[in-house]
């Protein structure tokens, strides 16, 4: 249960178990969901697992900019949601390394378009903000 659920006195009994998910409620836990895939560093660290498994130093490479203690909470927070696999590989020192669940696969792609998307409009959005800040 959510800070926010607390908080707001829900009751978690009271929910029907039949509902399905909506986002837009306060209540539904898909926004926690959301939350940590959609986050910054949760969105570059599955898009980045794309090109396949990754240990965690190579990985907090790619994701340029991201702490070592925020990617490992991000990544603890996407293994918890089903969308990260962790595995320990005997060797020594012990290495770990990251891949994406079938889960993971299908939201991965997904999320890779919004980048392309986004990357491709920011000419217009550089120019639409310094339209902006000029007024």
Same mark, same amino acid.
Do not use: K
């Given at each position: 249960?959510?800070?926010?659920? =607390?908080? %707001? *006195?829900?009751?978690?009994?009271?929910?029907?178990?039949?509902?399905?998910?909506? #986002?837009?409620? /306060?209540?539904? $836990?898909?926004?926690?969901?959301?939350?940590?895939?959609?986050?910054?560093?949760?969105?570059?660290?599955?898009?980045? =697992?794309? %090109? *396949?498994?990754?240990?965690?130093?190579?990985?907090?490479?790619?994701?340029?900019? #991201?702490?070592? /203690?925020?990617? $490992?909470?991000?990544?603890?927070?996407?293994?918890?949601?089903?969308?990260?696999?962790?595995?320990?590989?005997?060797?020594?020192?012990?290495?770990?390394?990251?891949?994406?669940?079938e889960m993971g696969r299908e939201v991965a792609p997904r999320l890779?378009?919004?980048?392309?998307?986004?990357?491709?409009?920011?000419?217009?959005?550089?120019?639409?903000?310094?339209?902006?800040?000029?007024?």
């Amino acid at each position: 249960m959510s800070e926010e659920q =607390l908080r %707001d *006195g829900f009751d978690p009994a009271s929910v029907d178990p039949t509902l399905e998910a909506d #986002v837009f409620s /306060r209540h539904c $836990s898909s926004r926690e969901v959301l939350q940590n895939v959609t986050s910054r560093w949760g969105l570059l660290a599955l898009v980045a =697992l794309l %090109d *396949g498994e990754l240990r965690f130093n190579a990985l907090r490479r790619r994701v340029d900019g #991201v702490s070592e /203690r925020m990617l $490992s909470v991000t990544l603890q927070s996407l293994e918890r949601d089903g969308y990260v696999h962790r595995e320990m590989l005997q060797a020594i020192p012990p290495r770990v390394e990251y891949s994406l669940t079938e889960m993971g696969r299908e939201v991965a792609p997904r999320l890779a378009e919004l980048i392309d998307l986004v990357e491709g409009q920011l000419p217009v959005v550089e120019e639409l903000r310094e339209e902006f800040d000029a007024r």
